[in-house]
């Protein structure tokens, strides 16, 4: 996914992202800026997942909820 199409939706995705990753605290994903990048970085933090489980997670999350 274009990480601009990211940004645009990133206040309407910030529920849903502490849903799915539930270790990224409120105040951590509010300093994100909504880039793909930037959050596939926090994941990796909190969660020791190489970047290419990283990218098929995000992938499959932004897919499932409407967001391709």
């Known amino acids: ?15 849903k992202v502490k849903q799915q990753w539930g270790q990224l605290t ?3 994903i509010t ?3 909504g880039t793909r990048e930037e959050l596939g970085g926090l994941i ?3 969660y020791g997942y190489q970047k290419d489980r990283i990218e098929k997670e995000i992938d499959k ?4 909820n409407g967001y391709h």
Not at 5 to 11: A, C, D, K, S, Y
Not at 61 to 64: G, K, M, N, S, T
């Open 1 to 15: 996914m274009n990480k601009d199409i990211v940004q645009g939706h990133w206040h309407e995705m910030k529920g």
């Open 44 to 46: 990796q933090q909190k």
């Open 31 to 33: 300093r994100l800026n």
């Open 26 to 28: 409120e105040d951590e």
């Open 61 to 64: 999350f932004l897919e499932q």
